[in-house]
């Protein structure tokens, strides 16, 4: 097997990057082999899947920063369970572009590190941060020979309607420069309230800017994903509550990930590779 590669991003501030990032590789990880990484400082996804706050001084030392400068990340992934395993983040990911210069490391960087463990896994799942920074840049740039994928975010809010092009321009620069097998796999709506008149419009707008990119799951806000982070996946009585819209994305994910073809692509990508 090799790893697909999916990064989910767009730079508006919480659009649910973290939370979707978390249950899309659980729900993928009752059937297939996930590694999900942090490449956000907040390291939100990492506290979400391990319930760890005190990230900077449990994960000192041990986190995707020090995977990548090892060029290595077998010794920074932990299990979080049978199938799902985990490259936690901690604040100090935020010194990730000052030493990429010091080490002389490029936007490939990452690439190198999971390149070990690449053939581990049926899919390595990337939380990225509220930023066109290196953090999301290097995710995109990430190739894998099954496909490298990138959700893009959206809450449905006018700041994050202008940030979708902006996002697909950094997913266009990381495909031409780096990974010519990335595709983006689709624009998530989440986080839409039920009532909110302007829903429809969002919608309509999108699609037109963006005929068939659209995920036609929508994930509504609820309570019980929020509360997720609290009462975790195990033993919570309302689990199916909170993973309700998300079950129906994760089926149209893999759908849209599969009639992908990334083969095309593949000659290119591999010669991309052996450059890198
Ligand atoms: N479907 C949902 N229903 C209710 N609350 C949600 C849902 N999805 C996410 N949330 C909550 O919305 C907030 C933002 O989610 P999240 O942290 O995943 O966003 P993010 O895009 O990762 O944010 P950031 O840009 O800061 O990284 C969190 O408090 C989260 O618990
Ligand atoms: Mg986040």
């Known amino acids: 097997m090799t790893a697909k590669i999916v990064t989910f991003g767009i730079s508006k501030g919480g659009c649910s990057k973290s939370i979707s990032s978390g249950i899309t590789s659980y729900l993928l990880s009752k059937n ?9 400082g907040q390291g939100n996804l990492t506290s979400f899947l391990t319930s760890e706050y005190d990230i900077c001084n449990v994960f000192e030392k041990k986190t995707v920063l020090e995977a990548i400068l090892d060029g290595d990340a077998r010794k920074y992934i932990i299990k979080i369970s049978e199938n799902l395993d985990l490259i936690p983040a901690n604040d100090f990911l935020a010194t990730l572009p000052r030493m990429m210069y010091e080490n002389g490391l490029g936007l490939d960087a990452l690439q190198k590190a999971l390149e070990p463990v690449m053939e581990d896994y049926d899919w390595i799942i990337i939380d990225t941060p509220p930023a066109l920074s290196e953090h999301t840049v290097m995710p995109l740039s990430t190739y894998s020979k099954a496909g490298s994928y990138a959700v ?5 809010s006018m700041f994050a309607y202008y940030a979708i092009p902006k996002f697909l321009e950094i997913i266009e620069g990381a495909k031409e420069r780096f990974n010519p097998n990335l595709e983006t796999a689709g624009i998530l709506f989440s986080l839409i309230d039920a009532r909110a008149k302007e829903n429809e419009i969002m919608e309509e707008s999108v699609d037109e800017d ?10 509504k806000r609820k309570a019980a994903t929020r509360r997720l982070a609290i009462t975790g996946f195990d033993e919570n009585p309302e689990l199916k509550n909170a993973l309700e819209y998300y079950i129906p994305f994760v089926k149209e994910l893999k759908k849209r990930v599969k009639q992908e073809q990334p083969q095309k692509n593949d000659k290119k990508a591999e010669r991309h590779a052996n450059i890198l």
Request: glycine share 8%.
């Open 32 to 40: 297939e082999k996930v590694l999900t990484v942090d490449m956000d």
């Open 152 to 156: 893009v975010m959206f809450d449905g």
């Open 210 to 219: 963006y005929p068939g990119v659209r995920f036609k799951t929508i994930i």
